[in-house]
Structures are given as structure tokens and as C-alpha cells.
């Protein structure tokens, strides 16, 4: 039984011996060795190695990926005209030498993002010094990416090479501070209403060309209506006298005795109306006097 034992616990410690002496290495990260403390192999492919145990040698991981850093720092920036901006930017990098990283930076990528926020800050603050804001605005804003990227680059590969490759720099956003953007959307929009005010007075005075426009046509259209009644009126009007004139030339008598009547109709429509005349010497009353014949004479 004691054997049994002794041989389970030889086994657990062979194991334990072993797992710590195997390590494996992912494809996305590199593995550094380190032996009492310095960096003794770093292991850039993926797969199972080994290492003595600790404390003789030990093993760290650092990430091989590329990597996004995004700007952290909102503090204003100025430009050739003395403008504060604010702007949003983006590094991708990755680790190339782990030993050089870890030697001039530090152990984690944490550590290199840190001093890289630092370094691309300065780059940017020292290229957009030298641009306006419509020059920010504008197509050369590819140039000053371009400027910050070389600047990095020659910060981060100098007389102490950090071990990493910057691969792109790009901003995502430039604004004005919040004071002077809101001074920027009023101009505006007292600009969009003072457009506004313009396009309604421009629209009110064509209406009101159009309204006098068609005032003036109705106008010319009912006077011409009218005139036209008129000569119609006129012409009916002369038909119709001529229709009478022939119909009262073949009896005068009647003619003379008809318009005495429509006189006569006409004078007395209303029965409040008063006439003070002489009905034995009146010719209005001639009629009457002769019996009802206009042409015989008048009794004496």
C-alpha cells in the first residue's frame, strides 16, 4: 500500500515538474523567457516549448496583434490662427520587438499605449500649430496625418527603438471648444434666419407682383365682359326699337296710346307718390281726356 502511495506521489510531482517546465505559445502573442529576471529567449512562433522551472526561469506573454489606441484627451488644441480645436484621433501599432519593447517601454501593451498617447498628442499639437482650421477641414488634413505619422515613427525608432510598428494614424473628428461652438451656432443660425427673413420677403413681394397681376387681368376681363355686354345691350336695345318702330308705324294711334300708358304705369308705381297737375290743360293727361284715343282732340 505504501508503494502504491509513494508511486501516486512520484507521478504528481513528475507532472507538476513537467507542467512546469512546458509552456504553449498562442499564434496571437509572443512568449518571452526570462531567467532571473533578464530576458533569456523570446518565442515568436505558436506551439509547445519548454523552460526550466521556477524560480530558475520564467515565462510572460506579450500580444502580437494590431492594436487600436483612441484618443483619451480632451484638451484643446491651437491652431495657426489661434483657434481652439478639439480633436478625436486613432493609432494602430502593433509590437515588433519584444525584447527592444520590453527593455525601452515596459513589460505590457499597456504600457506602450500610455507613452504612445503621449508621443502622437505632441505630434498632433506641433502639426496643427502650423494649419489653419479650413486646412483641418480640407483635403490636407491627409497630409497632416501623414506628418503626425512620420513624427511618431521617428520617435518611436530613435537612438531608443521601442520595438513597435506604427501602421496608421487618422483623426476622426475636429470641433471647436464648446464656448466657441456655440458661438459658431448662433452665427448660423441667425445667418439661416436672416436667409430666411430674405426668402419670405422675396416670396411676399412676388406674391404680391402676382396678386396685382391678377387683380389687373380681372380687371381688363370684366371691363372687356362689359363692354361687350354693352354692344350686345346696344345692339339688342336697337333691334329692339326698330322691331317697335316698325310694329307702332303701322298704327300711330295705338303707338301714342301704349307709351301713355307705360307713362302713366310708370308715374304711379308707388301709391304714395303725389303729382300736382292740371288734368284740363295737361298734355300727361291727354288720354284721359279724350276717352282713351291720343290723336282725338281735347273738349273745349
Known amino acids: 500500500m505504501n508503494r ?3 508511486i501516486v506521489s512520484s507521478l504528481l510531482v513528475v507532472l507538476a515538474l513537467a507542467s512546469s517546465t512546458l509552456f504553449v505559445v498562442d499564434q496571437r502573442q509572443f512568449g518571452v523567457v526570462y531567467a532571473l529576471g533578464q530576458i533569456k529567449d523570446v518565442i ?9 522551472p521556477p524560480p530558475f526561469q520564467n515565462v510572460s506573454y506579450i500580444d502580437k496583434r494590431l492594436l487600436t489606441l483612441d484618443s ?13 480645436v478639439v480633436i478625436d484621433w486613432y493609432v494602430r501599432w502593433r509590437i515588433s520587438e519584444p525584447t527592444e519593447y520590453i527593455r525601452n517601454v515596459g513589460l505590457n501593451e499597456a504600457a506602450g499605449a500610455n507613452q504612445l ?41 530613435g537612438a531608443k527603438p521601442w520595438g513597435v510598428d506604427v501602421v496608421d494614424v487618422r483623426i476622426t473628428r475636429v470641433d471647436y471648444v464648446e464656448a466657441i461652438t456655440e458661438s459658431v451656432y448662433r452665427r448660423m443660425e441667425a445667418e439661416r434666419k436672416r436667409v430666411a ?96 284715343s291720343a290723336s282725338a282732340p281735347a273738349k273745349k
Not at 75 to 82: D, I, N, Q, S, V
Not at 124 to 152: C, G, H, P, W, Y
Open 4 to 6: 502504491i502511495g509513494f
Open 44 to 52: 515568436t512562433e505558436p506551439g509547445l516549448n519548454w523552460k526550466l
Open 72 to 84: 483619451s484627451d480632451t484638451e484643446p488644441m491651437l491652431t495657426a490662427e489661434k483657434q481652439r
Open 117 to 157: 498617447n503621449r508621443v502622437v498628442r505632441n505630434a498632433f499639437q506641433e502639426e496643427i500649430n502650423k494649419r489653419t482650421v479650413k486646412e483641418l477641414l480640407s483635403l490636407k488634413r491627409e497630409a497632416l496625418m501623414a506628418d503626425v505619422k512620420r513624427e511618431v515613427l521617428e520617435k518611436v525608432k
Open 197 to 292: 427673413n430674405e426668402l419670405r420677403s422675396t416670396g411676399a413681394a412676388e406674391g404680391e407682383k402676382i396678386r396685382a397681376d391678377a387683380d389687373r387681368q380681372r380687371e381688363v376681363t370684366i371691363a372687356n365682359a362689359y363692354r361687350d355686354a354693352q354692344k350686345i345691350k346696344g345692339e339688342g336695345d336697337a333691334e329692339a326699337a326698330r322691331i317697335y318702330a316698325e310694329a307702332f308705324n303701322r298704327d300711330p294711334q295705338f303707338a301714342q296710346f301704349y307709351r301713355s300708358l307705360e307713362a302713366y304705369k310708370n308715374s304711379f308705381a308707388n301709391k304714395s307718390d303725389v303729382m300736382v297737375l292740371d288734368p284740363s290743360s295737361s298734355e300727361f293727361f291727354k288720354v284721359f281726356r279724350n276717352g282713351g
